[in-house]
């Protein structure tokens, strides 16, 4: 167990729709990441944030989007979804910093969202 | 349609012989290097990590090899067992904190 929780482990939903993924990260971890898997891609970073703000941008489509609260939990949100979204959806989280060094990842079990 | 997926690199192994699972990485500033274990059903799961400014690094039962010359990274597994069977992933980034750039995975099967 990585100490990140991920909910739901499983979402099923129609073209079109909209959904929110959440995510808890590990006690004392600031900065959360988004990775989508999916079978033709692999793992792709999609977003970061540190301590409630965006820190970085990778492959996001426009059509999602994140937050991170102050309680430290993050919120994926995937709109106006379509077939290709559906994928493994994971969140990671590390006590890196800004500036500060490298540190590890933990990921957590992932979502896995199906579109149908 | 018919749906195209990543063929994955795949290992087959004999219980208790050694592993070597390979990837070349593509950024030659990236100076972070990991090594995760991700089982059918479950998130990644962090085995070994290396920095830049060594070539090798030991766990239990694990060594990672870092070759910057050729931008290559190999996982070494000693003794493999059959709960090693999963897909393995190097990944790469910066000094400092920041995403992490996947490889497209290895899969390892140990076979009793």
């Known amino acids: 167990d990585s100490g990140v929780t991920q909910t739901p482990k499983h979402l099923i939903t129609a073209t079109g729709q909209r959904v929110t993924l959440r995510c808890s990260p590990r006690?004392?971890?600031?900065?959360v990441y988004w990775y989508q898997q999916s079978l033709d891609q692999g793992l792709q970073f999609l977003i970061q944030?540190?301590?409630?703000?965006?820190?970085a941008k990778g492959n996001i489509l426009e059509r999602f989007s994140a937050q991170q609260f102050p309680d430290l939990h993050s919120e994926l949100n995937l709109s106006s979804l379509e077939l290709g979204d559906s994928a493994l959806y994971f969140c990671?989280?590390?006590?890196?910093?800004?500036?500060?060094?490298?540190?590890?990842?933990?990921f957590g079990p992932g979502t896995r969202l199906l579109v149908l | 349609g018919e749906s195209v997926g990543l063929h994955l690199p795949t290992l087959s192994v004999q219980e208790g012989d050694n592993s070597i699972i390979n990837c070349a990485y593509s950024?030659?500033?990236?100076?972070?290097f990991i090594w995760y274990k991700q089982e059918s059903g479950k998130g990644p799961q962090f085995i070994i990590d290396?920095?830049?400014?060594?070539d090798k690094r030991q766990g239990q039962r694990v060594t990672v090899l870092l070759n910057k010359t050729v931008k290559h990274l190999s996982l070494q597994i000693a003794a493999t067992q059959p709960g090693d069977s999963a897909v393995y992933f190097c990944?790469?980034?910066?000094?400092?904190?920041?995403?992490?750039?996947f490889g497209q995975g290895t899969i390892l099967t140990v076979h009793p």
């Open positions: 990671a989280s590390s006590v890196e910093y800004p500036g500060g060094p490298r540190e590890t990842q933990y």
């Open positions: 006690s004392g971890d600031l900065s």
């Open positions: 944030y540190y301590n409630g703000e965006e820190r």
């Open positions: 950024n030659s500033a990236s100076d972070y």
């Open positions: 290396i920095r830049s400014n060594m």
């Open positions: 990944a790469e980034g910066g000094t400092s904190y920041g995403k992490l750039t």
